[in-house]
C-alpha cells in the first residue's frame, strides 16, 4: 500500500520553513526522500537506513522513526530552488531493494 | 555521481506500435533495474523490477506480454511497449541502483514521454 504523505501541497515565501510527513501501514527497513520538478525525473535527497536515524545537509533534513512507520523532511529557510514535488520512498524489510513512492507532496516557494 | 542514461526522451507514435525504450547505467553496474510509470501529477508507480540474466519481476496488475522487459547486460535493461494504445501513453521512468555497495539510493534516468496517438 503506498505511503501518505500530508500535506499534499504547501505555499511557502522564501526564507519560511516546511515539514513534509510520510506514514506508511507497513514497517519499513528504509525511506528514500526525493524530489521532482515538473516534466523532469526526481532526484535524490537522502536516505536514512535506521530507526531514529536523523540526517541532513545544507538545509534540508529527515528523520525516521522506526516505530510509527513514519519519516519527516525538514526545509528550513526555504529557497525559491525547493520548488517541486517531494516524494518519500520507503522499503520494506524482505523486499529491501524495492522502492514504493508516497503520494506526494507540491511545495511552492514564492518571493 | 551515479549517472542513468534513458533515451528516446519522446516518443510520438501511433496506436499498434511498439515502443522500445532504453535504459543504461553509465558509470557503475546495476544487477537490478526498476522501471516506473507516471501519470500526471500523480506518484511513480512500480511496473516491474528488471533483473539480469532472470526475469523480471511484475508488480500486480501490470500485463507482463504488454510491457516486454529485458536486463541483458549488468548495464542496460530495456522496456517495450508492445502494441501501444493511446491509454499507454505516459511518462516511463526507470531507475537503478549501484549493485556493489549497499543501502544505495536508486538513481533515476530522465524518463521517456510516450504519447500513442
Known amino acids: 500500500q503506498q505511503p501518505v504523505q500530508s500535506p499534499q501541497a504547501v505555499i511557502l515565501r522564501e526564507g519560511e520553513d516546511a515539514v513534509i510527513n510520510c506514514s506508511s501501514s507497513?514497517?519499513?527497513?528504509?525511506v528514500h526522500w526525493y524530489r521532482q520538478k515538473h516534466g523532469e525525473a526526481p532526484v535524490f535527497l537522502m536516505i536514512?537506513?535506521?530507526?531514529?536515524e536523523q540526517k541532513g545537509h545544507d538545509k534540508i533534513s529527515a528523520s525516521f522513526n522506526e516505530k510509527k512507520q513514519q519519516s519527516s523532511l525538514y526545509l528550513t529557510a526555504s529557497q525559491l530552488s525547493y520548488s517541486g514535488t517531494y516524494f518519500c520512498?520507503?522499503?520494506?524489510?524482505?523486499?529491501?531493494?524495492?522502492?514504493?513512492f508516497g503520494t506526494g507532496t507540491r511545495l511552492q516557494v514564492t518571493l | 555521481g551515479a549517472v542513468v542514461s534513458q533515451h528516446p526522451s519522446r516518443v510520438i507514435c501511433k496506436s499498434g506500435t511498439s515502443v522500445k525504450i532504453e535504459c543504461r547505467s553509465l558509470d557503475f553496474q546495476a544487477t537490478t533495474m526498476f522501471w516506473y510509470r507516471q501519470f500526471p501529477k500523480q506518484s511513480l508507480m512500480l511496473m516491474a523490477t528488471s533483473n539480469e540474466g532472470s526475469k523480471a519481476t511484475y508488480e500486480q496488475g501490470v500485463e507482463k506480454d504488454k510491457f516486454l522487459i529485458n536486463h541483458a547486460s549488468l548495464t542496460l535493461s530495456t522496456l517495450t511497449v508492445t502494441s501501444a494504445h493511446p491509454e499507454d501513453s505516459s511518462f516511463y521512468i526507470c531507475?537503478?541502483?549501484?549493485?556493489?555497495?549497499?543501502?544505495?539510493?536508486?538513481?533515476f534516468g530522465d524518463g521517456t514521454r510516450l504519447s500513442i496517438l
Open positions: 531507475s537503478a541502483r549501484d549493485s556493489g555497495i549497499s543501502n544505495q539510493p536508486q538513481h
Open positions: 507497513k514497517a519499513l527497513y528504509s
Open positions: 520512498g520507503t522499503a520494506h524489510t524482505g523486499t529491501a531493494s524495492k522502492l514504493t
Open positions: 536514512l537506513l535506521k530507526g531514529g
